[in-house]
């Protein structure tokens, strides 16, 4: 069903009047850099294009904002804004629905241990740190690789980690690693293998950074914001770091 809805969208994308603009878009809001005239053709594909932009959204409204926000900063936003809302609208259904109230609930493995017991934070406040410190799609690819297998930049692994949210992948990863000594080990190894992800040594320490408190029962405003290598210099007591997580207050 994903796939066929997907065939669909590509199709009217396709064969839309405006679909040069609308792959320029895409790869412009996806790699955050107009495309250039030495880009190979098969990277213009929508079926390469399509599943890059989804990866980074989790809902339709996601998706709308990221478009509309990224063409409105071009020069000729006048002209692109609209083929913005002409995308969101046909990719919207490929996208989760926007919940009305949002539900952050974790597993019961993630509940509150008694160290640190006191503080508070969710899964949106991790995603929102998370996302302003690197980007979310590379910090997706990097979990995803952790959790599964080097991430191999196929349409396979693209359908694959777009029927995982940030947020499942997030719980997945505090399930499998309830150890901060044991999450960055792999999270090294990975970038390591990742030669095709850019600036993968960055993502790791912003997600490292962005997790953190989870281990020590802190808020985020409880640390200072380090250099982008400033991870290794934090102290940090393994017997001390026990995952921590809580759903956000209704």
Not at 38 to 54: F, S
Not at 90 to 118: H, K, N
Not at 153 to 172: A, C, S
Not at 180 to 197: G, I, P, R, V, Y
Request: glycine content about 2%; some cysteine.
């Amino acid at each position: 069903m994903v796939s066929e809805r997907l065939s669909q969208a590509l199709q009217a994308l396709e064969h839309h009047p405006q679909h040069l603009r609308i792959r320029k878009l895409i790869y412009f809001v996806s790699h955050r850099h107009w495309p250039s005239d030495r880009i190979p053709p098969d990277l213009m594909q929508l079926d390469v294009l399509v599943p890059i932009l989804l990866a980074q959204v989790t809902t339709a409204q996601d998706l709308g904002h990221l478009l509309s926000q990224r063409a409105a900063k071009l020069n000729k936003s006048k002209t692109y804004l609209p083929i913005a809302d002409t995308i969101s609208q046909i990719l919207a259904p490929l996208c989760q629905p926007t919940p009305a109230m949002p539900d952050y609930g974790v597993p019961e493995a993630l509940s509150p241990s008694p160290i640190g017991a006191g503080a508070i934070y969710s899964l949106f406040d991790l995603k929102a740190a998370l996302m302003q410190s690197t980007n979310p799609l590379k910090a997706k690819i990097l979990i995803f690789s952790a959790l599964y297998h080097p991430f191999s930049f196929r349409r396979q692994d693209w359908l694959n980690l777009k029927q995982r949210p940030l947020d499942k992948l997030l719980q997945t990863l505090f399930t499998t690693y309830p150890s901060f000594a044991a999450l960055e080990q792999k999270l090294m190894q990975t970038a390591d293998q990742l030669e095709s992800l850019d600036q993968s040594q960055q993502v790791v320490h912003a997600l490292l950074r962005a997790v953190l408190p989870q281990y020590r029962g802190q808020s985020l405003a409880t640390l200072e914001k380090p250099e982008p290598n400033a991870i290794d210099n934090l102290e940090i007591e393994d017997d001390m770091l026990t995952c921590q997580l809580v759903t956000q207050a209704s």
